[in-house]
């Protein structure tokens, strides 16, 4: 006990002590997650955007799936509010497959149906940034290769994640706690979003420290989701308050931790850090999210 005690402390001395570096990304935009009573997509995006640029965030990538402009055309004003306001848009493939249930031809010709509305909205802006639905690289090392081959060939970077705390899961509580107007519900769906960042930020920075002896530069994944843009003005306090300053997407990935291929082939999505560790046999830190609560809540 004595022991783990010195070690912790060593630990927590020889972190860094200047601000860490955070790059925030939105996936599945035009929309995600169920709305809550008389809450548009558009207002949550203005919500959003409002937001950072009140907190002089800088430019953030909203990576898109075209496909939700099949059943509701209106939802392009979404991207082109996003646009509007200097923010910058990604491929997240059209329809947002998983890259496990999909062959590598039918992967790669949903990424490139996503190409014609990136290339109209982004014009001769850089969109050649890819994130993986569910994050999941693929089950097996041909399929793995294969489409890290196609999107270097087609000029994309990956763009990983290296902070994530499953944001996209308060998302439908808040809107059925919404519709029932429940106060009380809302307020712990608050206590337990901020709570589980504040904890995943310590398992991130934990295994990061462990795998490179230093902090990277973070890419922090979040969703467009109605709780996400409520809570946003709170996760970027938090952030701060945790001493991290915000950069780029392009930035953060110039860290020389992200040219690491772990060559891992994972039937799950992973975030950077968790394939390194599986990598290189290294224990993933104790963690846990408030699954139950969520999916019970306002039931």
């Not at 939105?26 to 558009?42: A, C, K």
Request: glycine residues 4%.
């Amino acid at each position: 006990m004595k022991l783990r005690l010195v070690l912790s402390a060593l630990f927590a001395l020889a972190v860094p002590a200047f601000a860490q570096q955070v790059a925030i990304t939105f996936d599945d935009l035009p929309e995600h997650g169920d709305l809550p009573p008389h809450v548009t997509r558009l207002q949550i995006v203005h919500s959003i955007l409002a937001t950072l640029k009140t907190e002089h965030i800088p430019p953030v990538y909203g990576f898109i799936n075209a496909v939700a402009l099949e059943d509701t055309p209106s939802e392009i004003a979404v991207l082109k509010v996003w646009r509007a306001a200097g923010q910058p848009l990604g491929n997240h493939t059209y329809s947002h497959p998983a890259l496990t249930a999909s062959t590598v031809a039918q992967y790669e010709a949903d990424i490139a149906k996503n190409e014609p509305l990136l290339q109209k909205l982004m014009a001769n802006q850089d969109w050649h940034w890819f994130r993986y639905p569910y994050l999941r690289e693929g089950e097996t090392l041909e399929k793995r290769n294969a489409i890290r081959d196609y999107l270097q060939v087609k000029g994309y970077r990956i763009a990983q994640v290296s902070l994530d705390f499953e944001d996209y899961l308060w998302n439908d509580p808040y809107a059925r706690c919404s519709a029932k107007h429940d106060t009380k519900a809302i307020n712990i769906l608050k206590q337990s979003y901020l709570a589980t960042t504040d904890q995943y930020i310590t398992v991130f920075r934990d295994v990061t420290y462990t795998i490179y002896g230093r902090d990277i530069s973070y890419v922090l994944l979040l969703h467009i989701g109605a709780f996400d843009a409520k809570m946003l003005p709170d996760l970027i306090t938090l952030l701060r308050r945790r001493g991290f300053t915000f950069t780029t997407l392009s930035e953060a990935m110039k860290d020389s931790a992200y040219s690491e291929d772990p060559k891992v082939a994972l039937p799950d999505g992973e975030t950077f850090q968790e394939q390194i560790a599986i990598a290189r046999h290294i224990k993933f830190p104790p963690n846990s999210k408030p699954y139950k609560e969520l999916e019970s809540a306002c039931r």
